[in-house]
């Protein structure tokens, strides 16, 4: 009879996955073609933002030049290289593509006075639709350093705020710095419509490519959000964020993540996402590199994800509720921070009982963590396989390599688990509707693992349990290589049946 595990992912659709994969290979999902196909040709010479007056010399204001060149119309825009000092946002328009002499060079500047309310460099309309806007080679200085006021709203001191249905926008080769309010506001770059606008709202085939994002607080990189009050259908979808570079969290009293995509419900998912390419140096704090939600049809690949330091319970990569049909592969996560809860790949989620449902976790190397790959509460249809999981020197800090909590059909499978005191940890969660069923672990190999005299297969109980009960529990053909002396594989506490 064939495991749920294998049984469910292939009711649910495992051609998806391999279409998937194949798009991975081929070089994106589909969306960032269409980007490139629609958007403004970078062909041809364009209108240089010097003939509507802007200096770029630093000291005179360039803001209403700047908004001119906007208004005019033209199809594309040239930004000399040069200083352009704003004291105002500007309001981007459709139809445009913004050109610079590369994102060190021609450079946008945030130059208001701290001791009043910061400012976006750029925003959009929030009652229209920005769509065909390119904006490439092109740098975004905040103020932050200089920032004295913060704004109650959290919604000013980002370098671009495009909150507003968007349809086809890409960012290529730009270089995103010193945004935020240096507190608990702003940060780099956040697109979508505000959760407040009714209407269906939504994005669609957005591209961030090859940009730097660097010393912003708040919001560190990139925030894509769908519209998440309305109860309208406002499915978005066709992102791509390839081959940026995220660098952590400065001065700021609220940290959330480098990557952030939110459908926001079951009325506003996102999907035909893909994440790949791109590198994560954290030496200041952040909330997780990548986090998804409510967000299907996606791929997370080929990232490489390194933290120095790190806060309470923050994680690599995190998927949380609403997250459905997608593949974590090729990612490359190490930490050589102490914190004793950071995880590397989580899927979790915050409401229960929704669900993540049919993820593929494969040829990942999680090196570092105090917990690599977590399976949490209402995961379901869920393949961890292939993936190289190093305890590193992690001193007298007891690792875990995988998590399996209050989940089905779960198959752990031809994955390496070196120098971890707890290489697999069961438990069955503490919800009335939690459950443990459908595990497989199988095929796997362990290396300089477990502690003397406990199992390598351990279970996690409540006090109020003296029992673990996993439904159609199977475990075959794993391997050992130098374990602890007088090791147990599986902890006598965890009773399966099939």
């Known amino acids: ?24 290979a081929a070089g994106g999902l589909a969306g960032g073609g269409v980007a490139r196909l629609l958007l403004p040709s970078d062909n041809g010479q364009g209108a240089s933002v010097r003939a509507f007056g802007a200096k770029g010399d630093g000291e005179h204001d360039d803001t209403a030049a700047l908004q001119r060149a906007i208004e005019s119309g033209a199809a594309r825009l040239v930004f000399p290289a040069g200083q352009y000092r704003l004291t105002a946002p500007l309001v981007a328009r459709s139809g445009q593509c913004w050109q610079g002499d590369g994102a060190a060079r021609s450079v946008l500047i945030a130059d208001g006075p701290g001791t009043e309310k910061p400012f976006n460099l750029v925003n959009a309309d929030p009652s229209g639709i920005l769509q065909d806007l390119a904006v490439q080679d092109l740098g975004f200085r905040g103020n932050r350093g200089r920032q004295l006021v913060v704004s109650r709203s959290g919604q000013e001191g980002f370098l671009l705020h495009l909150r507003t249905a968007l349809r086809t926008v890409a960012l290529r080769r730009c270089r995103f710095e010193h945004g935020g309010d240096g507190h608990s506001g702003g940060g780099g770059v956040m697109l979508g419509p505000r959760p407040e606008v009714s209407g269906g709202q939504s994005v669609q085939d957005l591209l961030i490519e090859d940009c730097v994002f660097a010393d912003n607080s708040n919001v560190p990189g990139l925030y894509i959000a769908s519209a998440t009050s309305s109860q309208e259908p406002a499915m978005g979808g066709g992102i ?57 049809d996606f791929v997370i690949a080929n990232n490489t994800v390194h933290f120095d330091a790190a806060i309470a319970n923050s994680s690599g990569i995190l998927l949380r509720d609403g997250s459905r049909h997608g593949v974590v592969q090729g990612n490359v996560l190490s930490s050589t921070s102490r914190e004793p ?31 690599a790959i977590a399976v949490d509460r209402g995961s379901r249809a869920i393949t961890v396989q292939g993936n190289r999981l190093d305890g590193g020197d992690g001193g007298d800090m007891r690792r875990t390599g995988v998590r399996v909590v209050d989940a089905s059909a779960v198959r752990v499978r031809d994955n390496v688990f ?3 005191a707890k290489p697999l940890e069961l438990a069955v969660g503490d ?14 190999r362990f290396e300089r693992c477990g502690e003397d005299g406990q199992p390598l297969i351990r279970a996690i109980l409540p006090p109020a349990l003296q029992r673990l009960q ?8 794993n391997s050992f290589d130098r374990v602890s002396a007088n090791h147990l594989v599986l902890d006598p506490v965890i009773e399966g049946t099939s």
């Open 1 to 24: 009879m064939a495991h749920p595990a294998r049984r469910l992912i292939r009711r649910l659709g495992r051609r998806r996955f391999l279409r998937l994969l194949a798009a991975t």
């Open 341 to 371: 809860t950071l995880s590397g790949i989580v899927l979790l989620n915050f409401a229960h009982p929704q669900t993540i449902d049919a993820v593929i976790i494969s040829d990942n190397i999680v090196q570092g963590m105090a917990r």
């Open 470 to 477: 996993v439904e159609d529990l199977l475990i075959r053909d």
């Open 418 to 420: 070196s120098g971890l």
């Open 240 to 296: 791509r964020v390839v081959g940026n570079s995220f660098s952590g969290v400065v001065g700021s009293v609220k940290v959330q993540n480098a990557i952030y995509i939110l459908g926001g419900s079951p009325h506003t998912v996102l999907r035909h996402v893909e994440i790949s390419g791109n590198r994560f140096e954290f030496a200041t704090l952040v909330d997780a590199a990548i986090e998804l939600n409510w967000v299907e």
């Open 431 to 444: 919800r009335p509707q939690s459950v443990l069923r459908g595990l497989e672990i199988d095929r796997n």
